[in-house]
């Protein structure tokens, strides 16, 4: 209730008038979600009730009518946003303002480069993006990194789409999409008309087996190059050439196929024989004179063969052969040569003896009898073993002592051919002593000159000799290879004895431990003394 009074000063007045207020709506809203990033839409919640109208003014110029509006902010910052409201009953109006904030948006950004190239294809990628601190990148191939710049290498043909996603502090994101093309290569290849030669000059016909390419480039290892499709070459010495071929696409991609055609040097058999006579049994040496070659076969004509380089054989019998060598090289390639009926095998002696101990009455023995068992010579030479020799047939030796003997005998046919045997002469134990009764001093002989005991067969050993009067004016007991190695030349004291008999003694035992029991006298008796008669 509203009054009114009223007075002039004489009298008063009063008007009275009823005012009705209504209540004003219920106007409220909420956001989803509570702020944004930049470019992403918030829904805006009206949570008022009995309007008849509304309107929205989002604070960036834009306004809407709807209920419950979505609106996106394309920059930044914080919106006051306004809703206002019509009551349905009483046609009163209100309205409500709050704040919304939009956060920063990075802006994602990227260059390739290259964008396009052949494979296997690197990238790098440059990044370009802005208020961003964390990026993801997808290569599109199944790969990804997380680097500020990084590199990637593209192994397949084909087109790659790359994609990067920016995130900042505030976890707002922006992407970014580029592709890159990966073009195919060809496939670079060839073959030749033979694997390599062992024959020059050679002319190789080449065979283009690429695919996927519209142009080549030929390098056919001999200084000559062609961009023919099936080019061809000749080569006029022998060596290793390297075929290159370089294959290209439209698109500027290459392959390249190489192979090494390989010119064997030509193998040329020769060989040489230092006589085109010997013996059987011989050894023959083969000198190999080929050229160019790594094996060898060689045929000798008597069913033996080797594959040796210079091999040396023995013919088993006499006759007329032919020889064959056959050489192969590196390249596989062969040549053969033959000497036919050049080469004589004449037939070899065989030698062979026997022998025995000889026991003769001289107790000084040693004597071996060899007989003669070969066949087929005509000329001996006998080696006894003890440096002595003999070109009898069946030779008589005397050894100078007991023992084994490596004695051999060669015999030589009519054709100059020799066989050898060889045995181990066995000559039995054999002893003895001898003491001269005279002795001539100055004679030119030193046998005479000289009293000089002989013996074989001794362990020990000594000889004196005594004057007259029983003095000893000398001794001795040498040996050297069970034998005495004394000699008196005479004298006493460095000057010569009269002329006179003088008495020599000797004691001695045999290699068999016997004693010497002394010199055998014409009375039939053994005595272990005697005289020697010094002549003068």
């Not at 009054?3 to 956001?31: K, M």
């Not at 919640?45 to 003014?57: E, R």
């Not at 950004?109 to 290259?114: E, H």
């Not at 000089?452 to 004016?473: A, E, H, M, Q």
Request: hydrophobic share 35%.
């Amino acid at each position: 209730m509203v009054q009114l009074f009223i007075n002039d000063g004489c009298s008063f007045d009063t008007a009275t008038i009823s005012i009705t207020v209504h209540p004003q709506p219920q106007i409220d809203f909420t956001t989803t979600p509570d702020s944004v990033c930049a470019s992403q839409p918030f829904q805006f919640n009206n949570l008022s009730s009995n309007l008849a109208s509304v309107n929205w003014n989002f604070g960036d110029g834009n306004t809407s009518v709807l209920t419950n509006p979505i609106h996106t902010y394309g920059l930044s910052g914080t919106y006051m946003v306004t809703l206002s409201g019509v009551s349905t009953v009483f046609g009163c109006s209100t309205s409500v303002t709050r704040p919304v904030i939009v956060r920063t948006t990075p802006v994602a950004s990227f260059v390739p480069d290259p964008l396009f190239g052949c494979e296997p294809l690197p990238v790098s990628f440059q990044n370009t993006s802005t208020q961003a601190q964390f990026f993801s990148w997808n290569f599109g191939d199944g790969n990804s990194s997380v680097q500020v710049n990084p590199s990637h290498t593209y192994a397949t043909s084909g087109t790659y789409t790359i994609t990067l996603i920016a995130t900042n502090l505030n976890g707002c994101s922006d992407t970014a999409v580029q592709s890159v093309l990966v073009n195919p290569n060809p496939i670079a290849a060839f073959s030749t008309s033979s694997p390599s030669s062992c024959y020059s000059p050679v002319t190789v016909n080449i065979t283009n087996l690429s695919s996927g390419a519209v142009g080549y480039s030929w390098n056919l290892g001999n200084g000559q190059t062609s961009a023919l499709t099936n080019p061809s070459v000749t080569y006029t010495q022998p060596g290793s050439y390297t075929i290159t071929l370089i294959a290209e696409t439209p698109f500027g991609c290459l392959d390249t196929a190489t192979y090494v055609y390989v010119v064997y040097p030509t193998p040329v058999a020769n060989f040489s024989i230092p006589s085109d006579t010997s013996c059987e049994l011989y050894p023959v040496p083969f000198t190999n004179l080929s050229q160019n070659a790594t094996s060898y076969q060689w045929s000798f004509g008597d069913g033996s063969t080797s594959a040796q380089q210079n091999p040396v054989h023995n013919y088993a019998d006499s006759g007329l052969y032919s020889v064959t060598l056959m050489v192969y090289g590196a390249g596989g390639c062969g040549d053969t040569i033959t000497l036919n009926n050049t080469l004589t095998i004449f037939p070899s002696p065989t030698a062979g003896f026997t022998w025995i101990n000889v026991q003769n009455v001289d107790p000084l023995s040693g004597t071996v009898e060899f007989t003669n068992t070969s066949t087929g010579a005509i000329g001996y030479e006998w080696h006894f073993g003890n440096g002595q020799t003999s070109i009898e047939v069946n030779p008589v030796h005397r050894y100078n002592r007991y023992g084994n003997w490596s004695a051999y005998l060669v015999a030589t046919n009519e054709y100059g051919c020799m066989d050898t045997a060889y045995q181990n002469v066995v000559v039995d134990f054999f002893k003895g002593l001898f003491a001269p009764n005279a002795m001539y001093p100055g004679h030119p002989d030193f046998g005479v000159a000289h009293f000089i005991p002989t013996g074989v067969g001794l362990k020990s050993f000594r000889v004196s000799i005594y004057d007259d009067w029983g003095n000893l004016i000398w001794e001795c007991s040498d040996i050297v290879d069970t034998r005495p190695a004394c000699a008196w030349d005479g004298t006493f004291n460095g000057a010569p004895v009269q002329q006179d008999a003088y008495v020599w003694k000797i004691e001695a035992f045999f290699l068999d431990e016997s004693l010497w029991v002394g010199q055998l006298y014409p009375n039939g008796l053994y005595r272990a003394a005697g005289t020697v008669t010094v002549i003068r």
